[in-house]
């Protein structure tokens, strides 16, 4: 096929194929100038007719020589721009299909005026009017590895689910700055589920559709085990799993998650959630006797002999085993044991407990972490009260030094404890196998 690139390239007809004689071109235009139809459109299909013949055919009254012609791969591309605007949707059908077959070929000198044709016609043709032309082009082009961008990005935009749904799901040639430009402007909520379908997100591309979708589309990006998120971005996933529950199971399952990670998701997480992440097999033993531990210890918190115990009972319980520590503090929260959370930090604490619920209340994040610190409890837990009960905005949030310790100076919490008239004493401690086990 490499004689399109010299077929009609300088205007004046030429044929490569030398070999044609004067005699059967004459023979030809004196068949198309007479009105016998069958030799005429055997002309159409022959791939041995001269270009100049098929070129003139293209504009013929006869629907079957025009489709014929649009077929022929030898007729010359310069007749693309009679038969792209072609009243017959097969002509226009035809015409993209074999566009699409000859683009290896004329590929190889993208720089030449016919790829350039091509090219421009392949773009009107994304724009045709008819579905089916735009959406069987965006089929043949979906995973052609050379599919012109630009008429991949026009077809990408298409409003039709059926033309630009495979282009968006399976197309390498969408740069990230298309994908980010598409799914930002895109009128349909399928555009975005498409994208997150896709083989090759860049972390880039990845991190700007999760600040797009609603929480029924987070979910098919994170069952996409052929893309891959980052520690940070599954943290910030984690998060967001708070308000979108059913993000929960699927970060559970990636297989990126870390057992820090995993140790943030438990701590909200739904009892099913938890399950899975108890199930995992790719974790060490050690973490997983641990997630299972957790399980456990969770399942006997919501768990009780006495439906009629109360929550100060419950206290005093918890209190007499030596167990009212960061890790039961920690599975009330799981719980939304928010009750038995505040009465927790208050008995640890020494002080009355509406002292705690105004400490809450403030949303103040220094205000949080220093009663948690006069409690003896761990940073991390101080981390996740800010978070929930204490609904601190993430741009506020006060987080661990070197991962486990507390940032702010005595002083200042001393006196952001006595501003809610907390007569400060020697913060209370926990045993050290409970601080171990709460920071890690």
């Not at 069987?136 to 995973?143: M, T």
């Not at 390498?172 to 997150?196: G, Q, R």
Request: hydrophobic share 40%; glycine share 4%.
């Amino acid at each position: 096929m490499r004689f399109f690139k010299n077929l009609f390239s300088s205007g004046k007809g030429k044929s490569k194929n030398k070999s044609k004689s004067k005699k059967r071109y004459e023979k030809e235009k004196k068949i198309v100038a007479t009105n016998n139809l069958d030799k005429k459109r055997k002309i159409a299909a022959s791939s041995k007719s001269h270009p100049e013949i098929l070129y003139y055919l293209a504009a013929d009254k006869d629907i079957e020589i025009r489709r014929s012609v649009a077929r022929n791969d030898k007729t010359p591309l310069q007749a693309s721009d009679v038969l792209v605007r072609d009243k017959d949707q097969d002509v226009r059908l035809l015409l993209a299909e074999r566009l699409v077959r000859l683009l290896p070929d004329l590929a190889e000198d993208m720089q030449s005026q016919l790829y350039a044709f091509a090219v421009k016609t392949l773009g009107t043709l994304a724009r045709d009017e008819v579905d089916r032309i735009r959406g069987a082009l965006s089929s043949a082009l979906k995973d052609h590895a050379f599919a012109p961008p630009s008429v991949i990005k026009q077809l990408a935009k298409d409003v039709e689910k059926e033309v630009s749904e495979p282009i968006l799901r399976h197309c390498t040639k969408l740069s990230d700055e298309d994908l980010i430009e598409i799914i930002s402007h895109h009128p349909a909520d399928w555009a975005i589920e498409a994208v997150s379908k896709r083989r090759n997100l860049s972390e880039t591309a990845t991190e700007k559709l999760l600040d797009t979708v609603d929480e029924k589309q987070g979910r098919v990006l994170l069952e996409n085990n052929k893309i891959s998120f980052s520690h940070s971005l599954l943290e910030e996933i984690i998060e967001k799993s708070r308000a979108y529950l059913s993000w929960q199971e699927p970060v559970a399952l990636r297989p990126e998650l870390s057992y820090d990670l995993a140790q943030q998701l438990v701590g909200f997480a739904q009892d099913a959630v938890i399950n899975v992440l108890a199930n995992r097999k790719d974790f060490d033993q050690q973490t997983s006797a641990e997630i299972a531990a957790m399980v456990r210890r969770r399942s006997e918190f919501a768990a009780t002999d006495n439906p009629f115990e109360t929550l100060e009972q419950k206290i005093n319980r918890y209190a007499a085993d030596g167990k009212l520590n960061t890790i039961t503090i920690m599975d009330a929260l799981a719980w939304q044991e928010e009750g038995f959370v505040k009465l927790a930090i208050a008995r640890l604490a020494g002080v009355h407990q509406l002292i705690v619920e105004k400490i809450f209340a403030s949303q103040s994040a220094k205000s949080i972490v220093s009663l948690c610190w006069y409690a003896g409890l761990s940073m991390r837990l101080a981390v996740e009260l800010q978070k929930s009960m204490g609904r601190v905005p993430v741009s506020g949030l006060i987080y661990a030094k070197s991962g486990i310790d507390y940032p702010l100076p005595e002083a200042d919490m001393i006196w952001q404890l006595e501003f809610f008239g907390i007569e400060v004493k020697p913060p209370a401690t926990e045993s050290p196998s409970s601080q171990n086990a709460a920071k890690s």
